[in-house]
Each structure stands twice: as structure tokens, then as C-alpha cells.
């Protein structure tokens, strides 16, 4: 635990010394809530019947769909983008044969980002509310421990990812496929249930859908816990079925550069 705390330091460390592009950090998420409050008010009669059962109002459930997914770009990208940093700086060998776990590291190396995207979600959340978005403040610690679950989903994606890497150098378009993806079929934008049955029926492969949809009764329709069991059920089973591939992935990739000897290559 300390080792994790002290690479966050690190991190915080050097992202702090770019203090201007913090505050303009700060200032586009503000910024950036303006068209959204006004384009989802205009859709607002359009909408109000389409989200029925994950909330009643466009702008709150806009505004939960573009908090979730702004976790998803870490979760996906930053473990395949920190491998090859480190395959390309040299370090990554030494660490691995550090007693620092990968593990750890990975997770340090996470931590600061994670934070950072917290805080910039926590500013869109509060200006949210000061423009009216109804949410169910009741809830929010089950509404935060469902957020918390999607992050969690996505991280074996990152891991295969950086198997990716590992063997060949690159990720390929799978994180941003990844993330394209589930911005167009995990109910961001809109609820699934309207777009083409050919494509909901693909969404139900996306963690996302079943994360957003049991986010958004919780917090906009004040569902209780029990109301929403199985979409967790599903988040759970997609946790176990891909951190079994994505840490099997990423441990055969490991081995299979320190057999080449290209750990400290690029």
C-alpha cells in the first residue's frame, strides 16, 4: 500500500507542476456542461418517454451517461499507454524484476489518473445539479459503488491491451474500438431499447449497457438495490469471466517478451 500511495505522489508530482493546464482542465468541464444542459433541455419532449425507467429527465440522464464513460478512457488506455512508455524508456524490466508487484505498480500508476477523473466528474456532477438535475442524492453511495463496478469491468480490457503490447508493440484499434463501441451501445447517449434490435442484441455484450442502466435507476428513478440486482449480476460475471482472460492475457504476454528478452526494448 505504501508503494502504491508513493507512485501516486510521484505522478501527482509531475502533473501538478502544469498548473495552467489543470485550471483549463477545470475550466472545459464547466464549460462543457453548457451545451449539453441546452441541447437536452430542447430534446427534453422528445426524450421524456424514451428514458422512461431510467429517469424521467434528459439533462440528468445525459449528464450520468458523460460522468461513467469519462472513466472508461483509463480503464481501457492508460495500462497498454504506461507498458509501452516503459518498454520504450527502459524501466519496465527493472520493475518487473523489482519486489514491487506489477500488480501495484499498475495500480499506482492508475491511482492519480483515476483521482483526477474523479474530481473533474464530482465538479460536472455539482454544476449539474445547479442546473436543475434531478437526481436521487439518497442513493448516491449505491449509485457510487455501481460507478465504482463499471470502472472495475474495464480494467481487464486495459489488461489485454497491454498483453498487446507487450507481444507486439501495439494495442492495435482495440481500446479505441473498445470505447467507440461502447459509447454507440452502451446506452451513453440514449437508452438501448431504441436502437435496431439486431444492435441492442450486440449491446448486451458491453458491460456498460447493464452498469448505465442500473446507475441511472438508482439515480434517477430511485430504485432500490434489490431493483437491479441482475444487472449487477451481469457486471459481476463480467468482472470474473475478464479478469480471468485479461490477467491470463497479460501474464502469457509477460513471459513471452522475457523469453524474446524485449522488455527493455522498443
Known sequence: MRTFFAIVRATWLSASSYKVRSVLSFIG???????????SHALQPVMANVIRGEGHQYFAFLLLGTITFSFLPIAVSSL????????????LEAVVGSPTSVG???AGLMGYSVMWTGARALVLLLAGALLGAALDWHHAPLGLGILV??????IPLGLIAAA?????????????GVLVLSSLLGGVYYPTHVIPSWLERLS??????YGLRALRRVMLDGQSLGAVYKDLGFLMLFI???????LLAFSQAL??????GTLSNY
Open 29 to 39: 468541464v464547466l464549460t462543457g456542461i453548457v451545451p449539453l444542459y441546452f441541447v
Open 80 to 91: 497498454p499507454t504506461t507498458v509501452g512508455s516503459s518498454i520504450g524508456n527502459g524501466t
Open 104 to 106: 501495484t505498480l499498475l
Open 149 to 154: 463496478l463499471i470502472f472495475v469491468v474495464h
Open 164 to 176: 498487446a503490447v507487450l507481444a507486439f508493440r501495439t494495442p492495435g484499434p482495440f481500446p479505441q
Open 204 to 209: 448486451a455484450l458491453f458491460p456498460l449497457t
Open 240 to 246: 470474473a469471466v475478464l479478469f480471468a482472460i485479461g
Open 255 to 260: 513471459d513471452y517478451a522475457r523469453r524474446r
